[in-house]
């Protein structure tokens, strides 16, 4: 790890200018960089790893800048997105390197006068197979979130250039293609936990809501269906643990809510909508023109909330969001650090930022920016990492449910509102008990603390009422137990579980309140 041999003030850090100076970890990575340009082959592959939000375009726009202050040949910059193009050229420009925006619209009537090329991998794909950029003196080729697979395909065009890849996560998008197969090298730059601790980027605070998964499905490319994903997220019970977790941790803070598929994006916008909140959806069918309004009224708005897909992942960045709300599941350990890194700028006096986590992403891959990640072990050994992530299932078995702080505070007279499944499970197994019995034990706990807070028994049927998320996970857990879990057959107990629990209620409420008195 590259020491800091400066602290910089907070005035130093908002008063800098990108492109005109570089912090010392900064200046570290393009010293090493720059040695094996020296060192390596011609045809070298460089991947270079540095987390969100630690300037990534600063460090390979000043690389661009020497190279060709130093070497006869071009340089090429390869992004997977038209946003990213213009940003990353404008960042050149900020160095004093002369650009040229290669898109489907860009005449290269004038690539001569250029010694500085800025491309979205898909339009010059199809450039170079028309023939019409000339690439023959081509020395350099930097890709920007190199994770992507898309850029392997125009490899074969660039054999004796040297390639610099960059990325925060050196995890290949796809998991048939390990970036091992494409790259010599890693070279790892400052963590996660060094920038925090200077103060480069601000410190997620994570909260983890535990959400059943075994609905989901995985699809070909190993994260999960966006079908499935709505399927989940659309329903009431999912929505409203959304709009609780936002009350909870996000209310009157600027918020990002992250999403997997648009009409799950659309069913959050509505339902905020509904609750008086000021919201607004994006995703990639917006035109230009809204989307450059929605993310003006984002940044204008104190507390606004915008709700979207992947389109905000990557090239956005908006330092003054307080709140990240990850309302989806994946099993991409890229796109979970993409996702968190939209809230870790640092801003004025933010050092902090929350993270509420729906989707067990948390429990998945540890906390972001986790010491015990070693990148140059999932470089190599990519697969090695993955097989040893857990299935939904086995996280799921290690939950225990907690109520939300709303909820909570109905029921402050009881000592204890947790009540163990499994454990009971397994006591009722081994003393020859029906598996029933399990549930009618739970019927009476709930029952229990219900009573135990009220005045009366339609006080108590009032609280049954906050329990139904609740209920939801013992049933879950129980289904789990007797490996019985249809769609039809969980609906049914969970409706049959509450006629008992009112049932029981109304005839013992008597009972159980003098038992506690």
């Not at 796109?335 to 993270?355: A, W």
């Not at 015990?372 to 990519?382: A, E, M, S, V, Y």
């Not at 909820?407 to 204890?416: G, L, Q, Y």
């Not at 019995?437 to 603390?449: D, F, R, T």
Request: glycine residues 4%; neutral net charge.
């Amino acid at each position: 790890m590259i020491n800091f041999q400066k602290m910089l003030t907070n005035y130093e850090r908002e008063d800098r200018k990108e492109g005109k100076n570089l912090y010392q970890y900064q200046k570290g990575a393009i010293q090493k960089i720059f040695n094996c340009f020296e060192s390596a082959a011609e045809d070298y592959h460089l991947l270079y790893q540095l987390p969100t939000g630690g300037g990534k375009t600063i460090i390979f726009s000043e690389i661009v800048n020497k190279y060709l202050k130093t070497r006869r040949k071009k340089v090429l910059v390869m992004t997977h997105r038209i946003e990213l193009c213009k940003q990353t050229s404008s960042v050149l420009n900020e160095f004093g390197v002369k650009n040229k925006v290669i898109d489907s619209k860009a005449s290269l009537d004038d690539q001569k006068n250029y010694d500085c090329f800025v491309a979205m991998v898909e339009t010059l794909n199809n450039r170079l197979k028309d023939d019409k950029l000339d690439i023959s003196d081509i020395g350099l080729v930097i890709i920007d979130e190199a994770h992507y697979n898309s850029f392997t395909k125009l490899f074969k065009y660039f054999e004796k250039s040297f390639f610099l890849g960059v990325t925060a996560t050196p995890l290949s998008s796809n998991i048939e293609l390990p970036m091992t197969d494409n790259y010599d090298e890693l070279i790892v730059g400052e963590s996660i936990e060094s920038l925090i601790e200077n103060r480069f980027l601000a410190k997620a605070n994570m909260f983890t809501y535990n959400v059943g998964l075994t609905s989901l499905i995985v699809g070909a490319n190993g994260d999960y269906t966006v079908k499935s994903s709505e399927d989940l997220y659309t329903n009431s019970e999912m929505l409203n643990k959304l709009m609780g977790a936002y009350n909870d941790r996000c209310k009157n803070k600027k918020t990002l809510i992250f999403n997997n598929g648009i009409n799950t994006s659309l069913f959050v916008y509505d339902t905020f909508k509904r609750a008086g909140l000021p919201i607004k959806h994006l995703d990639n069918t917006i035109t230009k023109k809204d989307r450059s309004a929605i993310l003006r009224w984002f940044k204008e708005t104190p507390n606004a909330i915008l709700t979207s897909v992947s389109i905000l992942t990557t090239g956005f960045d908006e330092p003054t969001v307080d709140s990240i709300i990850l309302n989806r599941a994946t099993k991409s350990l890229t796109l979970y650090y993409q996702m968190i890194g939209r809230g870790s700028r640092v801003y004025k006096s933010k050092d902090q930022f929350d993270v509420i986590d729906l989707g067990n992403n948390f429990h998945r891959f540890g906390p972001w920016g986790c010491s015990n990640l070693d990148w140059h072990r999932i470089f190599k050994n990519p697969s090695n990492y993955l097989d040893g992530i857990l299935s939904d299932e086995e996280l799921e078995n290690n939950f225990k449910y907690e109520m939300s702080d709303d909820v909570k505070r109905h029921f402050t007279n009881s000592d204890e509102v947790y009540f163990d499944i499994n454990k009971t499970y397994i006591a009722s197994i081994r003393e020859g008990e029906s598996s029933k019995v399990v549930l009618k034990k739970s019927i009476e706990q709930h029952a229990k603390i219900c009573v135990e807070n009220s005045n009366d028994i339609y006080d108590a049927l009032s609280l049954m009422k906050l329990l139904n998320e609740d209920i939801d996970f013992r049933i879950n857990r129980y289904s789990k137990c007797i490996s019985k879990s249809t769609n039809n057959f969980l609906e049914w107990l969970k409706e049959d579980y509450k006629k008992k629990l009112r049932s029981y209620m109304r005839l013992n409420f008597e009972k159980i309140k003098s038992n506690n008195n």
